[in-house]
């Protein structure tokens, strides 16, 4: 059975350096209680920072220094962030300290059913403070399994300024066996604040190669080569997406409506109707994968609450039950926004990827088109604009994304982007 960093695609030096890491960790638990907020486990800089994984070769601290109580995981979204997170995870709650993939420890982490492992996946736009709190108060108790309780924040870049000092507050004075596993894009300030990223280790994660992404497609999900070989380069290293694309007939459907995209832009309103399109697009999209999970959460709060009962008092106490309801569909809208989001930044990353084969090739530049199956609308592109004009609509969509990513209506966003587009 593989060990449970086999799904961590092209980090081989953070493979190594994170079971240095768990090996110290079970260390530590056979020497008695640890304090891994000491200098030798928090390796602070000379700056109050602490410091990267990877800063430390064996040999050089002393046994269990490489391990603390805190991490931030970084990486371009598709490097595996949370899949390193909950690699380490199961390596940290391993009876044999290597994560090894077998025993219960690594078993029960990696299905999500450990009971000293808490898994924060943000379905909304945020994290709020009550969350943070309830969250942090449960992480305080001793392990049930004798090792430790780990807490892993997937998208700690959502944290809201009252949760973030809530789990700064945690992370400044952790309890003895608790270990927090932050996941973000980067340790700029405006992902994660810097008075939390100064009390942790940070794992940095790159991009994986199209070549190791396509040996994971084939090896684990059964992919034929030549399809695992597009998918991988269509999903610049995405590793989830390039899955998707390669088994899935809806997901490829998708991108081959967005790349045509700048085919269509011939004038003004084919602009504003391509726009509608990519919103209307993302909009279902995002329907579709909440529509399930909505009415499965709305049919257990009914139940709950005591819909359908007939004994007596049992439809008054579903009436006064609003205010459950309401704040049931505050959360459920706030997810539906989220996926919304996330499916029209999958289709602006794709017509990002034919812009930048454009200017690529306009440049002459020796490097591999991201879409190879339409690189021949790419060059004729190449021709028509030259760089600079590639350049524009490239720097037309990332203007998009940002704008997005700082609350601007999609509608309007994508609006402004088709017509920048048109235009040039």
């Not at 994290?127 to 969250?135: Q, T, W």
Request: with cysteine; hydrophobic share 45%; net charge neutral.
């Amino acid at each position: 059975m593989p060990d449970v960093f086999a799904d961590l695609v092209g980090q081989d030096e953070t493979v190594e350096a994170l079971r240095r890491a768990a090996a110290d960790a079970a260390t530590i638990l056979r020497a008695g209680p640890p304090d891994l907020t000491a200098p030798d486990g928090a390796a602070p800089t000379s700056d109050g920072a602490l410091a990267q994984i990877g800063s430390t070769r064996p040999g050089e601290h002393e046994p269990g220094a490489g391990m603390t109580h805190a991490w931030i995981f970084t990486g371009p979204p598709g490097s595996g962030r949370s899949v390193a997170a909950r690699a380490f995870a199961a390596a940290l709650q391993c009876l044999h300290g290597t994560g090894c993939g077998s025993c219960p420890g690594c078993h029960t982490t990696m299905a999500g059913t450990h009971a000293d492992v808490r898994l924060v996946v943000p379905e909304g736009l945020s994290i709020g403070v009550n969350e943070m709190r309830a969250l942090v108060l449960r992480a305080a108790s001793t392990p049930s399994g004798g090792r430790w309780q780990v807490v892993v924040i997937e998208d700690a870049d959502r944290l809201t300024e009252a949760a973030g000092n809530a789990l700064l507050k945690a992370v400044e004075e952790p309890p003895p066996r608790t270990v927090f596993l932050l996941c973000a894009p980067s340790t700029h300030p405006d992902d994660i604040s810097v008075t939390i990223r100064s009390r942790c280790r940070v794992v940095p994660l790159r991009q994986p190669a199209p070549a190791a992404v396509a040996e994971v497609l084939v090896r684990r999900d059964g992919v034929e080569p030549d399809v695992a070989r597009w998918a991988a380069a269509a999903a610049q290293g995405h590793v989830g997406r390039a899955r998707r694309l390669a088994r899935d007939p809806e997901a490829r459907a998708r991108r081959d409506a967005v790349l045509a995209v700048p085919r269509q832009l011939t004038g003004v309103g084919a602009a504003i109707d391509a726009a509608a399109a990519l919103i209307g697009a993302a909009e279902a999209e995002a329907a579709a994968s909440v529509a399930d999970t909505d009415a499965a959460e709305r049919a257990a709060l009914e139940t709950a609450l005591g819909a359908g009962g007939t004994g007596r008092g049992a439809a008054g106490a579903f009436r006064g039950a609003a205010g459950q309801v309401k704040e049931l569909e505050r959360r459920q809208k706030s997810r539906a926004t989220r996926a919304q989001r996330d499916a029209l930044d999958r289709a602006l990353v794709d017509l990002a990827g034919f812009y930048r084969d454009a200017l690529t090739m306009a440049l002459h530049a020796p490097v591999e088109p991201v879409n190879t199956d339409t690189s021949t609308v790419a060059g004729a592109g190449a021709r028509k604009w030259e760089a600079d004009g590639a350049l524009r609509r490239l720097e037309a969509v990332l203007a998009c994304r940002t704008a997005i990513e700082a609350n601007v209506k999609p509608r309007i966003a994508v609006e402004a982007m088709m017509l920048a587009l048109w235009k040039g």
